[in-house]
């Protein structure tokens, strides 16, 4: 039996892939299994997600809620761990899930805690060894595996699993040092962004409006075409948008601008109707309505705020009756609820990032089993690969999925010796 500085794999991540692979790997196989990770308590990631409820997977999900590489690579993985298999999974650690109407999976009791818990203890009782507050700076590839040297000294194993995660929520201890360590392995990093962030503005009105939620279509414009459409509930805030229409939004604006474009964004306040047929039913109701406001007609569709805002952005005064709207301020009236422009100048970074684009190039691994093709015995799992999944759940199943995948890979492994 290999002694516990000299596993048979050792696992560098205790977040949701790290914690998924070495469950998996124990069970499916004799190997021994040490999981290091730099924090002193693992998982704040799985602490902090969802509002700290941890949206732990989706009721559907399939390739097409992802971004990054080759679909059908995506597909492969999420096939180990299909959605019903994962909700089986975590009913047996003693996480009963519950579906909203959204279809995203919550614990029962909407605690984060739970979820990690029930992690923790299933590795103890497959046995694996977690060594936390332990940083690796270093993994070697030598003639027999591998050596990994970490701030309480040497290790050495057969096989290594890097599942350190990407660069979001840094104070979890996502460093991206996954990223360099698969770089010296030879690795191709395709350049990474933030995902699932929110998003700045300059110069609008979002301050006075802080606080206001609505469902909206956001458009992101590159080079004068539609290059996406996301429809969903949108948070005016102080600094400019969140919400999860802008939050999936962001990883898309930020990868246009890394290719050297200028990506716009507009909002439709009213989505589904376009400005002909709200600017037609602005004159219906000026017909039907002769006497009444334009600005308590608009706020009988918008918040009272944003609805003051609007006129003023549409340079309508306020005080107007519908039958006095002239046919260009009703068009501009129009135009601010389809297609109201929203000036991004960035998105918070990472540090208020749920996900990264990015990483780990996706047809550099063996999707049947997330062995790189560059090196021998090196796995690689989670969010460090280029895959980054839309909100809802679907990060943590690429998690769940690639961990149970790289557990069949070296459980592959240990039946060829």
């Not at 799985?46 to 080759?70: A, H, K, P, Q, W």
């Not at 040497?154 to 699993?161: D, E, S, W």
């Not at 609805?307 to 107007?320: F, I, K, N, R, S």
């Not at 021998?376 to 909100?391: A, C, I, K």
């Amino acid at each position: 039996m290999p002694d516990a500085d000299s596993p048979d794999v050792i696992v560098v991540g205790a977040g949701a892939a790290g914690l998924a692979t070495a469950i998996f790997a124990r069970r499916l196989g004799r190997a021994s299994v040490l999981l290091v990770d730099s924090a002193t308590r693992p998982g704040a990631k799985i602490l902090v997600s969802g509002g700290s409820r941890c949206n732990v997977t989706n009721g559907v999900v399939s390739e097409r809620d992802y971004r990054g590489g080759r679909r059908t690579i995506i597909r492969r993985v999420l096939s180990r761990l299909p959605v019903d298999r994962t909700i089986a999974f975590f009913e047996e650690i003693g996480v009963a899930l519950k579906e909203e109407p959204t279809g995203k999976l919550f614990p029962r009791s909407d605690r984060s805690r739970d979820v990690l818990d029930g992690l923790l203890g299933a590795a103890q009782a497959a046995g694996v060894h977690i060594r936390p507050a332990t940083r690796v700076h270093q993994v070697r590839r030598e003639s027999q595996g591998f050596m990994v040297e970490t701030s309480r000294g040497r290790l050495t194993a057969r096989h290594v699993v890097l599942a350190t995660g990407g660069l979001s929520l840094p104070k979890t201890g996502s460093d991206g040092a996954g990223l360099a360590f698969a770089r010296g392995f030879g690795h191709t990093i395709v350049e990474t962004t933030p995902a699932l962030a929110p998003l700045v503005l300059h110069g609008g009105f979002n301050a006075s409006v802080s606080g206001v939620s609505l469902d909206v279509e956001l458009t992101l414009w590159v080079d004068g075409r539609v290059r996406e459409r996301i429809r969903g509930p949108m948070l005016w805030t102080h600094f400019g948008i969140s919400g999860p229409a802008a939050l999936d939004l962001s990883r898309h604006w930020l990868r246009a601008r890394l290719e050297g474009a200028t990506p716009a964004v507009t909002a439709s306040l009213s989505p589904g109707q376009p400005f002909e047929s709200t600017d037609a039913a602005w004159a219906t109701l000026a017909q039907r309505q002769p006497r009444a406001g334009v600005q308590n007609a608009l706020a009988g569709h918008v918040p009272a705020s944003l609805a003051a805002e609007l006129l003023a952005h549409a340079g309508v005064d306020p005080d107007t009756r519908l039958a006095d709207l002239t046919r260009e301020a009703r068009r501009a009236l129009a135009h601010a609820t389809t297609a109201l422009h929203l000036p991004v100048a960035d998105s918070r970074g990472y540090n208020y990032a749920e996900a990264t684009a990015g990483g780990v190039a996706l047809d550099e691994i063996d999707p049947a089993t997330m062995e790189s093709r560059v090196c021998r015995g090196l796995f690689l799992t989670g969010e460090m690969l280029d895959v980054d999944g839309r909100l809802g759940g679907f990060n943590f199943q690429w998690a769940w999925s690639s961990g149970r995948a790289a557990a069949e890979g070296l459980a592959a492994r240990a039946g060829e010796r």
